[in-house]
């Protein structure tokens, strides 16, 4: 592995190997051991947008495994716009052993890689969120002691979130349907490339503007936001259109009895996802939460430690 930028990129048995380092991880943590992986090892994280949990964990990830990361905020660096972003990245490449970079167009987190010497991490991009996936790949593991098999049903907007779930659904054998009103859906090329994982996997890949149809027999339920960052022009027009695509106490009710809600978080309560919901027993919304950190510590060691663990 040399860069983290999809999960596409990954085959199944990379994914494996991450999600077995991040448990291993999880239960050093757990104990109080976490191993120095890391010592002296650096992670500069460039944002272009807000964040709680993609910062946070980064950070504490880095310093539980005895290694620091810094904080580079949208304004102080102008990502091509103080400085080109090539340069950018072969200027980190000299100071630090890693990037992480949160971003608008997906093809930056691409030029930085290219152009870096070091690997680079996409945390968060408008194409995908493969740190994400990844967490709640590690969710729906520890929740089902399983992944193959299972029926993931993503309810709401056709957007990063949704692609890198895809990916990961599809490359690991699990069921995947999608609900999106019309013009909301996922790209064709990530249905093209899902469609692939799934008949390499075994999985089926669906797609309706049905919530309750996609919904039905799912063991997760998981939404996201309507608006995502870097399109709250369309905020309104959006608030109009996705109300049907709620997902409430009535919508889970058509899935399996033991469905788990998923949400990556920040959420809009009482638009795509209600309090009763987010709060109720079906919620695993901060287990997938914490898993950030314990899956960014396995992309980081993956990345930076190369005899493995
Ligand atoms: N889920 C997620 O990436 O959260 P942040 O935007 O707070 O990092
Ligand atoms: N789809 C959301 C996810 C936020 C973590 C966004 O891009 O804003």
Redesign the pocket.
Request: net charge negative.
């Given at each position: 592995m040399e860069h983290f930028l999809s999960l596409a990129d990954l085959s199944a048995d990379d994914i494996q190997r991450l999600l077995d380092l991040a448990i291993e991880l999880k239960q050093e943590w757990r104990q109080g051991g976490n191993r120095p992986l890391l010592a002296n090892k650096t992670l500069a994280m460039i944002f272009q947008k807000p964040s709680l949990r993609t910062r946070v964990s980064f950070d504490m990830a880095m310093l539980h495994l005895g290694g620091h990361a810094l904080y580079l905020s949208p304004d102080e660096i102008g990502l091509g716009k103080r400085e080109s972003i090539a340069d950018i990245a072969r200027v980190l490449s000299r100071y630090v052993d890693a990037i992480m970079a949160r971003v608008f167009a997906h093809a930056h987190v691409v030029e930085l890689a290219r152009a870096a010497s070091v690997p680079v991490i996409n945390g968060?991009s408008d194409y995908s969120?493969p740190c994400q996936g990844l967490a709640d790949l590690l969710t729906i593991f520890e929740t089902f002691g399983r992944l193959r098999g299972l029926k993931l049903a993503y309810v709401g907007d056709g957007?990063?979130?949704a692609t890198s779930l895809l990916f990961g659904a599809t490359r690991m054998g699990m069921d995947f349907a999608i609900a999106s009103p019309a013009g909301y859906h996922l790209p064709g090329e990530v249905m093209r490339l899902g469609r692939d994982f799934a008949a390499a996997s075994g999985s089926r890949l669906t797609e309706t503007e049905d919530p309750v149809e996609a919904v039905t027999a799912a063991h997760i339920v998981y939404t996201?936001?309507w608006t995502?960052?870097g399109q709250e022009a369309e905020a309104q027009e959006r608030l109009r259109i996705f109300p049907p695509y709620q997902v409430n106490a009535e919508l889970i009710a058509h899935a399996r009895p033991e469905v788990r809600v998923m949400h990556?978080l920040p959420a809009h309560r009482g638009q795509e996802i209600t309090d009763e919901v987010a709060d109720g027993p079906h919620s695993i919304l901060f287990d997938q939460a914490e898993n950030r950190l314990h899956a960014q510590k396995a992309i980081l060691v993956r990345l930076l430690v190369h005899e493995g663990t």
């Amino acid at each position: 592995m040399e860069h983290f930028l999809s999960l596409a990129d990954l085959s199944a048995d990379d994914i494996q190997r991450l999600l077995d380092l991040a448990i291993e991880l999880k239960q050093e943590w757990r104990q109080g051991g976490n191993r120095p992986l890391l010592a002296n090892k650096t992670l500069a994280m460039i944002f272009q947008k807000p964040s709680l949990r993609t910062r946070v964990s980064f950070d504490m990830a880095m310093l539980h495994l005895g290694g620091h990361a810094l904080y580079l905020s949208p304004d102080e660096i102008g990502l091509g716009k103080r400085e080109s972003i090539a340069d950018i990245a072969r200027v980190l490449s000299r100071y630090v052993d890693a990037i992480m970079a949160r971003v608008f167009a997906h093809a930056h987190v691409v030029e930085l890689a290219r152009a870096a010497s070091v690997p680079v991490i996409n945390g968060l991009s408008d194409y995908s969120h493969p740190c994400q996936g990844l967490a709640d790949l590690l969710t729906i593991f520890e929740t089902f002691g399983r992944l193959r098999g299972l029926k993931l049903a993503y309810v709401g907007d056709g957007n990063n979130v949704a692609t890198s779930l895809l990916f990961g659904a599809t490359r690991m054998g699990m069921d995947f349907a999608i609900a999106s009103p019309a013009g909301y859906h996922l790209p064709g090329e990530v249905m093209r490339l899902g469609r692939d994982f799934a008949a390499a996997s075994g999985s089926r890949l669906t797609e309706t503007e049905d919530p309750v149809e996609a919904v039905t027999a799912a063991h997760i339920v998981y939404t996201d936001t309507w608006t995502s960052m870097g399109q709250e022009a369309e905020a309104q027009e959006r608030l109009r259109i996705f109300p049907p695509y709620q997902v409430n106490a009535e919508l889970i009710a058509h899935a399996r009895p033991e469905v788990r809600v998923m949400h990556c978080l920040p959420a809009h309560r009482g638009q795509e996802i209600t309090d009763e919901v987010a709060d109720g027993p079906h919620s695993i919304l901060f287990d997938q939460a914490e898993n950030r950190l314990h899956a960014q510590k396995a992309i980081l060691v993956r990345l930076l430690v190369h005899e493995g663990t």
